[in-house]
């Protein structure tokens, strides 16, 4: 699976910005593709995921009413539109995937085989 990450950039606070994953490869219906993200100097962290097979959704507690993630089937891209974006959020933002990843660990780095490469988010105040 190749995951190819864009639409990162400079917006200022209260701004939206929306990030594409391009998903290639050989995936399955039970395929979960995810975000996390990095801010410098701190841990690599969960923001939000898809499950292909019913489109379930899972959020960060941050991310939850602010960004919405959902999948293009047609395009094999997967989309997080984030809205009301706080300085808080500048991170560089990488997509990730897997198979079949339980509910218990989906929100977990280590759950994710694949990874994209990052963009970076910066929101100005």
């Known amino acids: 699976v190749q995951l190819q990450a864009s639409g990162g950039g400079l917006v200022q606070a209260g701004g939206s910005l929306r990030l594409s994953c391009a998903v290639s490869?050989?995936?399955?219906?039970?395929?979960?593709t995810g975000w996390f993200r990095q801010a410098p100097g701190k841990e690599r962290e969960f923001v939000a995921t898809i499950r292909w097979s019913g489109g379930n959704t899972y959020y960060s507690d941050s991310a939850k009413g602010r960004f919405t993630i959902s999948r293009n089937s047609a395009e094999n891209t997967v989309i997080l539109q984030m809205n009301n974006l706080r300085p808080e959020d500048t991170a560089v933002y990488y997509c990730a995937a897997d198979d079949a990843i339980g509910l218990a660990t989906i929100r977990f780095r280590s759950s994710y085989k694949y990874w994209g490469q990052g963009t970076l988010v910066t929101v100005s105040s």
């Open positions: 490869g050989r995936t399955y219906s039970s395929t979960v």
